[in-house]
């Protein structure tokens, strides 16, 4: 017989196997109007008793009649295209449609929304590093960097962040996991003295304007290919970086603002960049792309930019080193030149002078080792 509790703490009886039972109301459906009636057991009366008391005061706080309809699958595209894909950049919405239906939907979508606990998040976060690669390149390891599942865990927790706000369950199951920490890649540049190798190399294969301008402005691979000749002012020697190319998950390109609000800006050039550009552009003086590429007449690909550089310092006989470093090359070398953070952090459109900073401590570093001896020299005279 069941025993009478007080109103709000249920029903407690004590079952035929020997154990105890707690039913409750966890809330009604929205349909019929009907009592949801759950339960929870225990060994002990007492032990019922307060997982009782937890579980309702849980389904106060919970939409029980929503929160069942979810599985993670059916929440995380509900929270992609009402509230991830409207609110971010192209590029930022082609990741996190691979992340939710490459990575994590296969594994953990049939999981029931308010059931998933932070060890099956930890299990996905160690799967995906062990074997979570889809394409997996020659050299490649089959696992995910660390740095990927760690956006996958920031991406993951903003969702369902959105259903405790929607009372869909009561604890973000995020923070009950340690997420991989994000592998910090080696920072490498062009050394000074193999520059003129590189650019020499580059003259030979008549791309020289293209990766002139690179060195002197740290472009994103993106933003440079989607130059026009418009975008130069030749009156003022600056260009407007306003647009990116990027590749969508399909491998299509899709032109969109840059990735930052920061990183639309105008971006100072020196007038051999100038007098480069417009020699360049007397060869095609038709197109509107600032580097039209010689076999389509279109913008060049971004990869194909990157294969170019590739070609060049092999040709050069230069240690390889990513595209992407020479605009870390540009920022060091202007650093260490006496350029000052904020202009440099303005150059690059970083969000801010601190990220910069940050960045680029070791060339901040040489920065104030000239400092001291500039500092030294001027006591000794006043000693």
Not at 330 to 336: G, H, S
Not at 339 to 344: A, E, L, P
């Amino acid at each position: 017989m069941a025993k009478r509790r007080a109103q709000g703490e249920g029903n407690i009886r004590k079952r035929s196997d020997g154990r105890w039972e707690g039913r409750y109301t966890a809330g009604h459906d929205p349909v019929t109007g009907k009592r949801i009636v759950k339960n929870v057991l225990g060994k002990t009366q007492a032990e019922v008793k307060q997982k009782l008391r937890l579980a309702i005061a849980e389904s106060q706080e919970v939409d029980v009649g929503k929160s069942d309809e979810y599985t993670v699958a059916t929440w995380l595209k509900i929270w992609y295209d009402l509230y991830a894909k409207p609110n971010v950049r192209t590029a930022t919405a082609n990741r996190y449609d691979l992340m939710i239906n490459t990575y994590t939907i296969p594994r953990i979508g049939s999981i029931k929304l308010s059931k998933l606990t932070g060890r099956d998040l930890q299990k996905l976060y160690k799967e995906l590093q062990e074997n979570g690669r889809v394409h997996r390149g020659k050299n490649e390891t089959p696992g995910l960097s660390s740095t990927t599942v760690r956006s996958l865990h920031l991406m993951l927790h903003n969702a369902f962040q959105r259903a405790v706000k929607e009372r869909l369950i009561v604890r973000n199951p995020t923070e009950d996991c340690i997420a991989p920490k994000a592998r910090k890649i080696e920072m490498k540049i062009l050394p000074p003295e193999k520059m003129k190798a590189y650019l020499d190399v580059a003259r030979d294969r008549d791309v020289l304007p293209m990766f002139y301008l690179e060195l002197t402005t740290g472009l994103r691979k993106g933003e440079i290919v989607a130059l026009l000749w418009s975008d130069l002012n030749e009156e003022n020697r600056t260009i407007s970086v306003t647009k990116q190319y990027i590749r969508n998950p399909d491998g299509s390109l899709a032109l969109t603002e840059p990735k930052t609000e920061t990183s639309i800006r105008q971006v100072s050039i020196p007038q051999a960049a100038v007098d480069l550009l417009k020699e360049e552009h007397a060869k095609h003086p038709e197109n509107k792309y600032m580097f039209p590429s010689p076999l389509t007449g279109e913008m060049y690909h971004p990869d194909s930019v990157v294969n170019i550089h590739k070609k060049l310092l092999k040709a050069a006989g230069i240690e390889h080193i990513r595209f992407h470093d020479l605009r870390h090359t540009f920022a060091t070398t202007a650093l260490q030149n006496g350029v000052d953070v904020k202009t440099v952090s303005t150059m690059l459109g970083h969000y801010d002078a601190g990220f910069t900073l940050r960045t680029y401590t070791h060339a901040t570093r040489q920065m104030q080792d000239k400092a001291a001896e500039t500092m030294g020299s001027f006591m000794e005279q006043v000693m």
